[in-house]
């Protein structure tokens, strides 16, 4: 059965080039109406064209599609979302892809390497989703994927502000995820791996960005079945992401010495255990509150 996406409408950030590109054409080629945002500027956040919007919807209609050209920054979120509703009366899918780069060791890094970086990234997510959120709400119905990076989850050399930002974004989905829960609204998180401008200097062409494509298409679908997940995909490989913690132990009263003591217990991950949640976080608290009170 082919998955389709007949009379939804998706707004795609940094649809002009790379992994933005590919969502927006697979998107219009199953049905989807698609606004195709880029500012049109180079890989480092600096000038500015509409020409590569224009191409991809070009692209779009050429094969049948639907599609309209939006060249307004992300962090203009308002007006990206003003372009779906007058083209299309609507907005379902939200995916957060607009992305730069400011690469430098972070004894080099300017403010301005950090201000960018955050503002592109976080405060662009931030800007789209808030103001598509309303007609997602009112709707009952929202697909939102963010993406993030293995920057963010590993650090890497370079990019302690992309890292930074990229794992700002993992939180920042996870809690739209519990936000958005009772109107049927998905908040799922992407790390993908491809070739792209943004990667050309060290990535290799295997890695196409038509790789990702599937599992993000996935992901904003009205069957996917999660949300506060991390899902990575890249090299034809597909995985999901979760964070582990160790058993940890119970030190009453501990000192600096305690701790230093106990290390090997205290920083074990021999039985990792998955917690899905702050209320489960939150119960395991207690529940050893409870076995100390129990020892008194
Ligand atoms: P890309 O440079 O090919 O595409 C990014 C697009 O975003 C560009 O077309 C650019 O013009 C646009 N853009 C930049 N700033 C914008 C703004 N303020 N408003 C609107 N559009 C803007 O890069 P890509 O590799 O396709 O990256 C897409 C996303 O995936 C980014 O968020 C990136 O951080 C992330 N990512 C990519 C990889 C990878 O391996 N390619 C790995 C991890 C994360």
């Not at 203009?76 to 992305?99: L, P, Q």
């Not at 970086?117 to 309303?134: E, L, Q």
């Not at 993406?147 to 993992?170: C, E, M, R, W």
Request: charged share 20%; aromatic share 8%; glycine share 10%.
């Amino acid at each position: 059965m082919a998955l389709r996406y007949d009379n939804r409408v998706a707004i795609v950030t940094g649809a002009g080039g790379g992994l933005g590109r590919t969502y927006a054409l697979e998107l219009a080629k199953r049905g989807c109406k698609v606004v195709v945002n880029d500012l049109g500027g180079d890989r480092h956040g600096s000038a500015g064209s509409t020409s590569m919007a224009d191409k991809v919807v070009g692209e779009i209609k050429a094969a049948g599609g639907q599609a309209v050209a939006n060249y307004n920054s992300v962090e203009e979120g308002e007006k990206i979302v003003k372009t779906a509703i007058d083209a299309f009366g609507r907005v379902d899918i939200v995916i957060n892809n607009a992305g730069i780069l400011r690469d430098t060791s972070f004894i080099n890094m300017k403010e301005v390497d950090w201000d960018l970086i955050f503002k592109v990234h976080v405060k662009g997510a931030y800007s789209v989703t808030k103001a598509a959120w309303p007609y997602m709400k009112d709707q009952k119905y929202g697909r939102v994927v963010t993406t993030s990076s293995n920057a963010a989850v590993y650090g890497n050399f370079g990019q302690v502000n992309y890292s930074a930002a990229k794992h700002a974004l993992i939180g920042f989905s996870k809690s739209l995820a519990i936000e958005g829960a009772k109107y049927n609204i998905l908040s799922n998180t992407v790390i993908p791996t491809a070739g792209s401008r943004l990667t050309q200097t060290f990535m290799i062409d295997a890695l196409k960005p038509e790789y990702v494509t599937p599992l993000v298409l996935y992901m904003v679908h009205e069957n996917f079945p999660e949300t506060g997940g991390l899902f990575e995909a890249g090299a034809q490989w597909y995985g999901h992401l979760q964070y582990y913690r160790g058993e940890g132990k119970v030190l009453e009263n501990a000192t600096v010495e305690t701790i230093h003591d106990n290390w090997k217990a205290v920083s074990s991950m021999d039985k990792p255990k998955h917690v899905a949640s702050i209320s489960e976080q939150s119960a395991m608290l207690m529940e050893m509150l409870g076995e100390l009170d129990a020892k008194k």
